[in-house]
């Protein structure tokens, strides 16, 4: 039996019979504070974590991928945390979600809670819904479709490490309908899904189709939810910050990174991978702790560092590239860690009709944390595990009320299947958002404008000459 530590609270409760399994997760764009809720989860009902960010997994650089410290853990146990040296091969999302269910039981063993906390969020659904490891991961993260490591996979098919030309014509041949979904230019998409077919023996897009017609059906045995959080025992938190203030927390975040030592932790990186060339092995830079943000960045500057004749002023100006280009990268990875939750995760809590699971909590004022974020999401812990009703997530805050407002953002989902080529940009589009977005670009506004000016003239559009100085039109 699990024993939380639940203390006397003003409301009554019902006696009812609390959840069986019970499970809560944290999440939220990186820098709004998912470590220090989890903990003041955990603290509150005798919890352990586990942790759901891939970067997070590897050992050392600690600067780098933000891991929490000794002191924040202030004594929880942290499972999944600082294990993966550099020479091992990079995790897949499914060992992680083989691993992360093992330990969720083991914890349960103990009578304990088990809180999954991280920015990774395509690791997190993946742990809660059995057909997510189909989808589309984030940027950087790797699938696992077989138990096979990814040194076997490419000696058994050595088409995966050739040129991107020829793995799409191959995926054009067994598989046209995926070769079509994707850019011809988008290697690790390609692959990725020429290697679902080589693995399996089976088509992306069939595999797409029954994923799709089992969602229709219900994901259910015996009038249960196959899927972790339809079976009604999981909770959601989703920390989050107004978008301008976390630009501005991240930027400050990157020049404290800087100033406790994030170079000297790139310098380590640039020297194991000498290393490793030295003895003849080579590093696949595409995957693992290689894609965090702050090492890659970083990159041109050590090359400056170690190249004759470079002066000080360039040096200099290289160095504050490489800082920008972090805090930048940092940004960016932000938007698309929000954009997961509201286009995917909001999703398919909808499909499993438990949206109202997902309760967020504003951190934007971190001075007023305990008071917006801690004690809100204790309270509704407290009330879910006890099965007292539950309040409605969009109660919570004038940001949760904007944000989970019904239907908010459930509508914007990419249609699989949605392809469009901009004959102006010659680009492709593999989804409704992404075109969206190149239609409302700089560079095609300003392309098709030329094009009109060149119409209205008589010209021929001749476009494709007028395409590197259209990108600095105003």
């Not at 301008?244 to 404290?256: F, G, H, N, S, W």
């Not at 030295?278 to 050590?302: C, H, M, P, Q």
């Not at 805050?397 to 019904?406: D, G, H, V």
Request: one cysteine or more; a neutral charge.
């Amino acid at each position: 039996m699990l024993r939380y530590a639940i203390k006397p609270r003003k409301y009554a409760t019902m006696a009812a019979r609390p959840p069986k399994d019970p499970l809560l997760v944290v999440l939220g764009a990186t820098g709004t504070g998912k470590s220090q809720l989890a903990v003041d989860l955990a603290k509150r009902f005798n919890g352990e974590i586990i942790n759901g960010d891939a970067m997070q997994m590897y050992d050392g650089l600690p600067i780098i991928t933000n891991k929490i410290t000794v002191e924040e853990q202030q004594g929880i146990p942290h499972h999944l945390l600082g294990f993966i040296s550099l020479d091992e091969e990079p995790w897949r999302v499914g060992l992680f979600k083989k691993k992360a269910g093992q330990i969720i039981r083991e914890i349960r063993s103990r009578g304990r809670l088990p809180i999954v906390v991280g920015g990774t969020h395509y690791y997190t659904q993946s742990l809660l819904f059995e057909d997510s490891l189909l989808a589309e991961p984030a940027e950087g993260v790797e699938q696992d479709h077989t138990e096979h490591s990814n040194e076997e996979i490419e000696e058994k098919f050595p088409i995966l490490t050739g040129p991107t030309e020829t793995m799409i014509e191959r995926l054009r041949e067994v598989d046209p309908m995926m070769a079509d979904r994707w850019h011809p230019k988008d290697r690790r998409k390609i692959r990725r899904s020429l290697e679902i077919f080589l693995t399996s023996g089976k088509k992306a897009s069939d595999l797409y189709a029954e994923q799709k017609e089992q969602k229709l059906r219900g994901n259910f045995e015996n009038g249960i939810s196959t899927n972790l959080v339809g079976r009604g025992s999981t909770l959601l938190f989703w920390v989050h910050a107004e978008s301008e203030t976390l630009k501005q927390r991240l930027d400050a975040r990157v020049d404290k990174m800087i100033n406790a030592g994030l170079l000297d932790e790139v310098k380590s990186m640039e020297a194991f991978l000498s290393e490793q060339t030295k003895a003849g092995v080579t590093v696949d830079r595409t995957r693992g702790i290689w894609v965090s943000i702050g090492w890659k960045e970083f990159e041109s500057y050590l090359k400056a560092l170690g190249a004759e004749n470079v002066s000080q002023e360039n040096l200099k100006k290289s160095y504050e590239l490489s800082i920008e280009q972090t805090k930048a990268a940092t940004r960016q990875y932000a938007k698309r860690q929000v954009r997961w939750i509201r286009l995917n995760l909001m999703t398919a809590l909808s499909d499993e009709n438990v949206l109202d699971k997902l309760y967020l909590l504003d951190g934007t004022d971190i001075t007023q944390w305990t008071e917006a974020v801690s004690d809100p999401a204790i309270d509704v812990a407290a009330k879910f595990l006890e099965v007292t009703e539950l309040p409605l997530p969009h109660e919570l805050s004038e940001a949760a009320q904007q944000i989970l407002a019904p239907e908010e953002g459930l509508g914007e989902k990419p249609d699989v299947w949605f392809r469009q080529e901009c004959e102006v940009c010659r680009m492709v589009a593999v989804n409704d958002v992404q075109w969206q977005t190149h239609l409302k670009s700089r560079r095609h506004r300003a392309l098709v404008k030329k094009k009109q000016k060149n119409e209205a003239n008589g010209r021929s559009s001749h476009l494709k000459n007028d395409s590197m100085s259209a990108e600095d039109a105003p």
